[in-house]
């Protein structure tokens, strides 16, 4: 079976500084450096980020100067910070506090949220902090920081309420026994669960804090030549992590994470980068140069090939997507990229999902191709939205809806961010990704509405509305990577329409699928990462506003945009 989901958000860039990390591929060039160190002397910062529980000032400032004063200014509520002169080492020359909030609070905030919810409000304080004061270079002690994450390595806890505790840590219950653990399997689960608690606080740090010190400010020409009255953005931070803390990781083992933490990261920020920037230099065509320098990043696991221009987009039948963009002076394109991990091997793949391709078979939509074999269940697509401005066509958008359109292409640049992880980290399996790029101008070339137009995959589409022109480009890269590629499961990514803010806020990505463990899934994944998304339904009778007099369907109708997309899924493979 085919398995979609649609992930749809409007405004991707989002207004605070919780995302971006600079890369070679994003328009900022700043980099944060993170080190794993033992112990605080081993950093060179003279600067300490001292993370404190409310009720714990007491105990947490002793060894520091000046403490009754500290005590008088400073209090441990969430995302709070004080800074003071000295610190507990003789190096240090300034210590930031920040305050956690109380224990109740982390429980709360993880009953509806991640676990680290807590710990990022303060660790993005410290960042902001920091830069507040020009600071380049902290250090940040790992040990309180835990502090702040519920139950963090109780195996008693874990048990009961925390997390899923590693796979490993099952093992030590044998079949048949009354689930009872020995002291020394109790030993090894809670060395196990402590490094496990370790690992993911040092994951969601490191995030946290490469996209706390983003600043997107290339064009703040005056701010840059006068340095004095604006922020340093912060460019190492050292993660103390004691030896007590986890004993059984090597330090080379937790460098390893906050490596890979950071790499992700940087998927996220190059989509960041290129929503901020402007739709007079992020057309299309910038668009393609930036998969290219991607491609050519990884030229042993990567290749590259681009539709491009009115006229091929028609010849492949790729109508709908170059009327959207036929009065633009930047040609539309269909950008494709290809990843195959060196040494690539599907049976290992297919072996290593089967349980979940089990579970999931039952829950698929009547759009999926129910007994249908002939497409690879490997091999995974990734389709973005690439409008770079989005005027609304000759349905023109109004003065304050049209001002921040260049985000149009948030899709197309989530794609390319995520597969520049993907690359970095060498993830073994498959993908392909499609950004359907085009500018929705006016011109005397415009598409206009009731305009029917022929789809790759044979349907005729009557445009109910000219800004209604990313269903349409998706329509078409929907049905192309079907018929070239048969992947068994497509991903799409678009800011697709207002109505789903009106619903969920400016806090959540909507989510519709047609399979409930990729949906389940990908609404983990996003929490683990402080992405939240939340599902929506698609119900059969939605299908039914699609109904047209005049051509197979309507672009518009009174229903998500899922199900317009849905008679998309159909092709025979």
Same mark, same amino acid.
Not at 53 to 69: F, H, I, N, T, Y
């Given at each position: 079976m085919l398995r979609f989901t649609l992930s749809q958000r409007i405004g991707c860039a989002r207004p605070h500084r919780l995302h971006a990390l600079p890369s070679r591929l994003a328009v900022n060039t700043r980099e944060l450096k993170v080190r794993v160190v033992r112990a605080s002397e081993e950093s060179e910062s003279e600067n300490f980020v001292l993370p404190v529980?409310?009720?714990?000032?007491?105990?947490?400032?002793?060894?520091?100067?000046?403490?009754?004063?500290i005590l008088n200014d400073f209090r441990a509520d969430l995302g709070r910070s004080h800074v003071t002169y000295g610190g507990a080492g003789k190096h240090i020359k300034r210590t930031i506090l920040v305050g956690m909030g109380s224990k109740s609070e982390a429980i709360q905030f993880r009953d509806g949220e991640d676990a680290h919810d807590a710990v990022r409000v303060a660790i993005n304080a410290a960042v902001e902090r920091s830069q507040s004061i020009r600071l380049s270079h902290v250090a940040m002690c790992m040990a309180t920081l835990s502090k702040g994450v519920p139950f963090f390595g109780d195996v008693e806890a874990g048990e009961a309420e925390a997390e899923p505790l590693t796979a490993g840590a099952t093992e030590h219950v044998e079949e048949g026994s009354d689930g009872m653990l020995e002291a020394g399997e109790r030993e090894e689960l809670r060395r196990e669960l402590m490094e496990?608690?370790?690992?993911?606080?040092?994951?969601?740090?490191?995030?946290?804090?490469?996209?706390?010190?983003?600043?997107?400010?290339?064009?703040?020409?005056?701010?840059?030549?006068?340095?004095?009255?604006?922020?340093?953005?912060?460019?190492?931070?050292?993660?103390?992590?004691?030896?007590?803390?986890?004993?059984?990781?090597?330090?080379?083992r937790l460098q390893a994470v906050a490596d890979d933490a950071a790499i992700r990261a940087e998927g996220t920020l190059i989509a960041r980068n290129l929503g901020n920037e402007r739709a007079d230099v992020a057309n299309p065509a910038f668009m393609e140069e930036r998969a290219r320098e991607l491609c050519e990043k990884h030229p042993?696991?990567?290749?590259?090939?681009?539709?491009?221009?009115?006229?091929?987009?028609?010849?492949?039948?790729?109508?709908?997507?170059?009327?959207?963009?036929?009065?633009?002076?930047?040609?539309?394109?269909?950008?494709?990229?290809?990843?195959?991990?060196?040494?690539?091997?599907?049976?290992?793949?297919? *072996? @290593? $999902?089967? =349980? /979940? +391709?089990?579970?999931? #078979?039952? *829950? @698929? $939509?009547? =759009? /999926? +191709?129910?007994?249908? #074999?002939?497409?690879?269940?490997?091999?995974?697509?990734?389709?973005?939205?690439?409008?770079?401005?989005?005027?609304?066509?000759?349905?023109?958008?109004?003065?304050?809806?049209?001002?921040?359109?260049?985000?149009?292409?948030?899709?197309?640049?989530?794609?390319?961010?995520?597969?520049?992880?993907?690359?970095?980290?060498?993830?073994?399996?498959?993908v392909v990704a499609l950004l359907p790029c085009a500018e929705n101008a006016i011109d005397a070339a415009s598409y206009k509405p009731h305009s029917i137009l022929a789809s790759h995959s044979g349907k005729t589409v009557e445009v109910g509305n000219t800004d209604a022109e990313g269903r349409l480009a998706l329509a078409d890269a929907i049905s192309y990577a079907q018929q070239k590629y048969r992947p068994g499961t497509i991903i799409d990514v678009a800011t697709l329409t207002g109505a789903c803010v009106v619903a969920l806020g400016e806090y959540a990505a909507g989510v519709f699928s047609n399979d409930s463990t990729l949906r389940h899934d990908l609404v983990c994944a996003g929490t683990d990462v402080n992405e939240r998304c939340w599902p929506l339904p698609v119900f059969k009778e939605h299908s039914k506003e699609l109904e047209c007099a005049h051509a197979d369907l309507s672009s518009t109708g009174k229903v998500p945009t899922l199900p317009y997309l849905l008679p998309y899924l159909t092709l025979p493979y």
């Open positions: 529980m409310k009720g714990e000032e007491g105990s947490a400032v002793r060894a520091l100067p000046q403490q009754e004063m496990h608690d370790v690992e993911t606080l040092l994951r969601s740090t490191v995030l946290t804090a490469s996209l706390s010190a983003y600043k997107f400010d290339k064009y703040k020409v005056s701010e840059k030549k006068d340095q004095k009255d604006s922020e340093t953005l912060l460019e190492q931070l050292d993660l103390v992590v004691p030896e007590d803390l986890a004993p059984g990781l090597a330090l080379s042993e696991s990567m290749t590259m090939h681009v539709i491009s221009g009115v006229e091929a987009l028609n010849a492949e039948g790729l109508s709908m997507l170059a009327a959207v963009g036929q009065a633009a002076t930047v040609a539309p394109r269909l950008i494709v990229l290809e990843y195959t991990p060196e040494g690539y091997d599907p049976a290992a793949v297919v *072996s @290593s $999902s089967s =349980s /979940s +391709s089990s579970s999931s #078979s039952s *829950s @698929s $939509s009547a =759009s /999926s +191709s129910e007994g249908d #074999s002939d497409h690879d269940d490997t091999l995974v697509a990734l389709i973005g939205k690439g409008i770079t401005f989005d005027s609304g066509g000759l349905n023109l958008k109004p003065t304050g809806f049209m001002e921040d359109m260049h985000m149009d292409m948030c899709g197309a640049g989530a794609v390319l961010g995520a597969l520049h992880s993907i690359a970095a980290l060498k993830i073994p399996r498959r």
